[in-house]
């Protein structure tokens, strides 16, 4: 083997090397760039979350005071508090209804977030896929 055969096997080696270094940097990159979209797309749904919460919380809560004023004024004019106990009992009832099923509307939200995530998958497979052809 000559000289120049054996520079050429060199350069040609560290070619192949730089490019194979470049790919795994692009690589890790991408991942950040995936990861880093996951957690802002989970932050913005927590938020719509809270926000939605908050209003549904103050809706239930004034068609709740609504709903015992409206009682008290109807059927129990002589109490100021029996409309707000009819209230809260069957808010109580709703309650227990809602810890008796929690399990299986845990089962549920969980196969629902399972599906969005696999189908979130699948998008980006497919994505990469036409990115390559």
Excluded at 50 to 79: E, Q, R, Y
Excluded at 89 to 109: A, C, D, P, S, T
Aim: glycine share 4%; aromatic share 10%; with cysteine.
């Amino acid at each position: 083997m000559n000289l120049k055969q054996l520079l050429n096997q060199l350069i040609d080696r560290q070619l192949i090397a730089d490019l194979v270094t470049q790919y795994v940097e692009t690589r890790v990159e991408l991942t950040k760039l995936d990861f880093q979209e996951r957690i802002a797309t989970l932050i913005i749904l927590l938020l719509e979350v809270f926000v939605i919460a908050i209003i549904m919380l103050s809706l239930w809560l004034l068609i709740s005071v609504g709903l015992a004023l409206l009682i008290n004024h109807w059927w129990f004019p002589d109490t100021p508090f029996a409309g707000f106990l009819c209230i809260a009992g069957v808010q109580g009832l709703f309650l227990m209804m809602l810890w008796l099923i929690r399990q299986r509307l845990h089962n549920q939200l969980e196969y629902k977030i399972y599906d969005e995530i696999n189908k979130d998958e699948e998008r980006k497979r497919a994505r990469r896929k036409s990115l390559r052809s």
